[in-house]
C-alpha cells in the first residue's frame, strides 16, 4: 500500500536521507526509531510535501499514487495524513472550523458532498469525547494556548475525524504525560480495528521510546541510522534500542 524505494531528501543543501527504502502493506504499523538527526522527521516532511524537503532520487506511493509529483492536498486526498511534532498554532481559526474545512476538502477531492455544519459538528463530537477535547476547546484559535497534550489529542482527533488511508505520527509522545499517552495511544488504536477499516489502514510511527509502542503495538520496527534503514526486525527490536541504544547501528551505518 505504502512503498519508499531509494529515497533520497536535501534540506539546505545537505542531503539527510541517503537512499532510504521502506514498505508498509495495508493493515500494518510500522514504527521508526532513531537518534536525533538520523532524518525522522525530514522523512515525514518529506513524504508530505513541506517546502524546503528536496527529493532529489528515489520514489514513494500510496496505493499507486505518486506521492512526489503530487501536491500536499493531493497527498492528503489520497489518504495521508502527518501528525506533527510540534503542531502549529493558527490564530483566528477555530479549531472546528479547521476540521470542518479540511474534512469538506477531501470529500470534495473524491467528488462528495460536503457535510452540513451540523453533521460535522455531530461526527467531531462523537470523536471528541473519547479524547477528553471539550466544546470550549473546539471554538478556540487552532492551537492556540493549547497545551502539549491538548495539542496531540487534537492531532489524534484530526485523524479519527479524517480517518486517513496512511498515516505518519512524528512523535506523537513528545510532550505527553502518562494519562494523555494512553488518551491518544486509545485513539490511535480505535482507527487499526477491523470495524473502523483499520485492516485497509496503514500507519508509520516515528518515536525514540518504547513507552510509546507498549501502547500503539508495531508490526514492525526499523531502525533509522544516518539516513538510511539500518535494520528491521519485530517488536522486540524496541526493546533491544531501550536497553542498548544506537551505537552499533551507526558503526554500521
Request: proline share 3%; charged share 20%.
Given at each position: ?6 529515497l533520497?531528501v ?15 502493506p ?5 514504527a521508526?526509531m532513531?537518534p536525533?538527526?538520523?532524518g525522522?522527521s525530514?522523512?515525514?516532511?518529506a513524504?508530505?510535501?513541506?517546502d524546503?524537503y ?7 506511493t500510496?496505493d499507486g499514487?505518486?506521492?512526489?509529483e503530487?501536491?500536499?492536498e493531493?497527498r492528503a486526498?489520497?489518504g ?9 498554532e493558527?490564530p483566528?481559526?477555530s479549531?472546528?472550523a ?9 470529500r ?9 455544519a ?9 470523536r471528541a469525547d ?5 466544546d470550549e476547546m473546539?471554538?478556540?484559535p ?5 497545551s ?5 489529542r487534537?492531532?489524534a ?9 496512511f498515516a ?5 509522545d513528545?510532550?505527553l504525560?502518562?494519562?494523555a499517552l ?7 488504536n480505535?482507527?487499526?480495528k477491523p ?7 496503514g500507519?508509520?510511527v516515528i518515536?525514540?521510546?518504547q513507552?510509546?509502542l507498549d501502547?500503539i ?6 531502525v533509522?541510522?544516518?539516513?538510511r534503514?539500518?535494520?528491521s526486525?519485530?517488536?522486540e527490536?524496541?526493546?533491544e534500542?531501550?536497553?542498548?541504544g ?8
Open positions: 500500500m505504502f512503498d519508499v524505494q531509494n533520497h536535501a534540506v539546505g543543501g545537505t542531503e539527510i536521507i541517503k537512499g532510504l527504502t521502506l514498505s508498509v495495508a493493515g500494518e504499523t510500522h521508526i532513531g536525533n538527526g538520523s525522522k525530514t522523512l515525514a516532511y513524504l508530505a510535501g513541506r524546503g528536496a527529493v532529489t532520487q528515489g520514489s514513494a500510496l499514487l505518486n506521492l512526489l503530487a501536491s500536499p493531493q486526498g489520497g495521508l495524513f502527518l501528525s506533527f511534532q510540534y503542531p502549529v493558527i483566528g481559526l479549531a472546528i479547521f476540521l470542518k474545512a479540511s474534512l469538506n476538502s477531501l470534495a477531492q473524491h467528488s462528495e458532498v460536503a457535510l452540513s451540523p453533521e460535522i459538528l455531530k461526527l467531531i463530537r462523537a473519547a479524547l477528553k477535547i471539550s473546539l471554538k478556540r487552532l492551537n492556540v494556548g493549547f502539549g497534550g491538548e495539542k496531540k487534537f492531532e482527533l484530526q485523524m479519527a475525524v479524517l480517518a486517513p488511508r505518519i505520527l512524528d512523535e506523537t513528545s510532550g504525560d502518562i494519562d494512553k488518551i491518544v495511544s486509545e485513539s490511535v480505535a482507527l487499526r470495524e473502523n477499516g483499520g485492516a485497509e489502514r500507519m508509520l518515536t525514540h521510546y513507552r510509546l501502547y503495538k508495531p508490526d514492525r520496527v526499523h533509522l541510522a544516518q539516513g534503514i539500518a535494520a526486525g519485530g517488536p527490536l524496541a526493546l534500542l531501550e536497553r542498548e544506537y551505537d552499533k547501528y551507526l558503526r554500521a551505518a
